[in-house]
């Protein structure tokens, strides 16, 4: 009944609502609920309603049409509101978690859909099961049961689980229902640092889920203890000491083919650490020339950052090590990690790009990712260290003292440790007792200050405060405006929007709006070579099909946004639909403007109502018009 009483309470609510309410409401994950919010907002196209996303808000509902909203809301339970895609899931579930026949009823009683339905879902299920070599046996009077080897059985639930599959997270959830699987975490970690067995914060996740699954399955359908020579390999070795744990915890004796899976789990989510120094002092020189380059070419500090040199140097060591032997971990994070991070990713494919040449390995998008938050994490620190020298902060307010609190609180966010004092238009004589390291306000001061003044808006966004923190870094703060929509609006020029109703060709219509943004003058003359460049590393198509490219090395003269809004409903590049192109330019020297122009995009393409809405633009005035009116 989730999705009844999401509607319910999006219905009696005179606020947004987000993610993290409803998630602490059902005591669910917060993908559990985004997974529901998909279903409830296509079906609502249907039903009389539109949920809608407010950013850094969350979610309220508008009701169309009351009859059609009313009666949906009266047939709808948790089960019903399945979808065919979800029943398809759920049916591939129930089948993986009984190795016994089950029949077209039991699943019928179990998903609350009539028999007929189920048959008519089976030929997905059997595509579906098919695609991943697994048969289905089908047995008269008893029924089916898929027919697999333990070891893929246990794979494909955990790609249910990590999916977020709510049958399978109760299902683990009630299987280890006031149990400590925090002992058996630490005794994993503990196993692979005395093996010298190397992996990352993902694949370590991985196997703990691959064990809390091999856990639930045992109490299911393994009733014996087979006896055997024990294998004297590393990788058996911790299989059978975690085995010990579990049985210590869970009073569970894992049998052989148990921990024959388990040991070739963790050969494929771990690698032997080799102290191989053969490259290290060679790759220390190239990681301290490259960086010396970026530092020249960006005006950033990494050469100086020794911790950050060491950390990176370690993970490529290891890096190389790893894809020398063709072994490559995954990263589900990299996608979020090239929008919030534009720049910065950047960075790391041209890092990767010279790393790949000179030490014969070909480098993943995921791995790109990971070495990117080495960057990330040394800019992280660097605004960090700068936010810190502003210990005394000022806020003069025009509007009162409810507003100036409002602005306090934001504020707090950025600058932690900061005294942070208020005051009104009247007080300007006290501010300067007070001395602060900066001042913030709202309106238009009558004296001259000594130190930086930023001006805001009063009712500060999660956004204005990325772009105090982008002024800092880049240490613009004397007299500098922290602008509202208005900014993100002058980014768009009619001279470079348009609508595409017949090019289908992705890669053509980004060089064609590049070339022609080159001859308005907007950037210099390799801006479409650098577009392509860019793409062809990885694609920035995201979310509900809207795509981001820019350029590989910042080259603008002027910050644009050039935007096509595609009407072709098939228009697709490597399978993935392409509704509305933003092509960025930017000025140089704009290193973290970029990473504020795509994320304020990511918060428009996670919505597919914005996104239609935009795509319904017909001209450069309505596009502006639909802008308006999302409140960017």
Not at 241 to 257: G, Q, V, W
Request: hydrophobic residues 35%; negative net charge; charged residues 30%.
């Amino acid at each position: 009944m989730r999705n009844r009483k999401i509607l319910e309470q999006l219905l009696n609510s005179d606020t947004y609502l987000n993610l993290d309410y409803f998630a602490d409401f059902f005591k669910v994950s917060t993908k559990t609920i985004s997974n529901n919010m998909k279903y409830l907002i296509k079906d609502g196209k249907s039903n009389g309603f539109d949920i809608r996303l407010k950013r850094a808000r969350g979610y309220y509902i508008e009701i169309n049409n009351k009859d059609a909203f009313n009666s949906y809301i009266e047939k709808i339970s948790f089960n019903e509101t399945f979808s065919p895609e979800y029943r398809t899931s759920y049916i591939i579930v129930l089948l993986l978690l009984n190795r016994e026949f089950i029949t077209m009823d039991y699943l019928a009683e179990k998903i609350s859909v009539s028999k007929s339905i189920i048959k008519s879902d089976m030929r997905k299920v059997e595509l579906e099961l098919e695609s991943r070599n697994i048969t289905l046996e089908k047995k008269a009077h008893y029924g089916i049961k898929i027919q697999c080897d333990d070891y893929t059985r246990k794979k494909f639930i955990l790609m249910y689980y990590e999916d977020g599959n709510e049958f399978i997270n109760n299902y683990i959830e009630n299987g280890l229902k006031e149990r400590n699987f925090k002992v058996i975490e630490n005794k994993l970690i503990e196993l692979l640092k005395e093996n010298n067995l190397n992996t990352n914060y993902i694949e370590l996740e991985q196997i703990n889920s691959f064990i809390k699954i091999t856990i639930c399955i045992h109490n299911e359908v393994y009733n014996n203890y087979f006896n055997y020579e024990k294998e004297k390999s590393t990788y058996f070795r911790v299989a059978d000491e975690l085995s010990n744990t579990i049985e210590e915890i869970y009073d569970i004796k894992l049998n052989e083919n148990e921990l024959i899976d388990l040991k070739k789990y963790l050969i494929k989510k771990t690698k032997k650490f080799t102290n191989n120094e053969i490259y290290i002092e060679e790759l220390r020189k190239d990681i301290e020339r490259f960086v010396q380059e970026i530092d020249c070419e960006y005006d950033t500090n990494f050469y100086e950052d020794e911790e950050f040199k060491k950390n990176l140097l370690y993970h490529i060591s290891l890096l190389i090590n790893r894809l020398q032997k063709e072994t490559s971990f995954s990263n589900p994070l990299v996608k979020e990690i090239s929008i919030k991070y534009p720049t910065i990713f950047d960075i790391a494919i041209k890092f990767s790009n010279e790393i790949e040449g000179k030490y014969k390995i070909s480098i993943s998008q995921d791995e790109i990712g990971f070495i990117a938050t080495h960057f990330a994490a040394h800019l992280e620190k660097e605004i960090y260290n700068k936010i810190r020298n502003y210990n005394k902060i000022a806020i003069i307010c025009s509007s009162g003292k409810g507003s100036a609190l409002l602005m306090k609180l934001k504020l707090e966010m950025l600058f932690s440790s900061s005294d942070i004092r208020t005051y009104s238009l009247l007080d300007e004589d006290e501010v300067e007792n007070f001395n602060p390291d900066i001042i913030f306000t709202n309106w238009q001061l009558s004296r001259e200050f000594k130190m930086p003044v930023v001006y805001v808006d009063e009712l500060i966004d999660d956004l204005d405060i990325l772009r105090i923190r982008n002024i800092i870094k880049m240490k613009r703060t004397s007299n500098s405006f922290i602008k509202t929509n208005k900014e993100f609006m002058n980014l768009f020029k009619k001279e470079t929007f348009r609508v595409v109703t017949k090019n289908n060709n992705y890669m053509e219509l980004l060089e064609e709006m590049a070339k022609g943004v080159e001859a308005l003058g907007y950037v210099d003359e390799n801006y479409a070579s650098y577009i392509i460049e860019r793409e062809e590393y990885m694609s920035t198509i995201y979310d509900n099909g809207v795509a981001i490219p820019h350029p590989i090395n910042i080259c603008g003269k002027d910050n644009l946004l050039s935007v096509a809004i595609i009407k072709n409903n098939n228009f697709t590049y490597n399978k993935k639909p392409v509704k509305i192109i933003f092509m960025v330019a930017l000025e140089k020297g704009n290193m973290d403007y970029l990473g504020m122009v795509t994320q304020i995009l990511f918060e428009i393409m996670k919505d597919e109502y914005l996104v239609e809405k935009l795509r319904g633009s017909e001209t450069f005035e309505d596009f502006l018009i639909n802008l308006n009116e999302i409140n960017i």
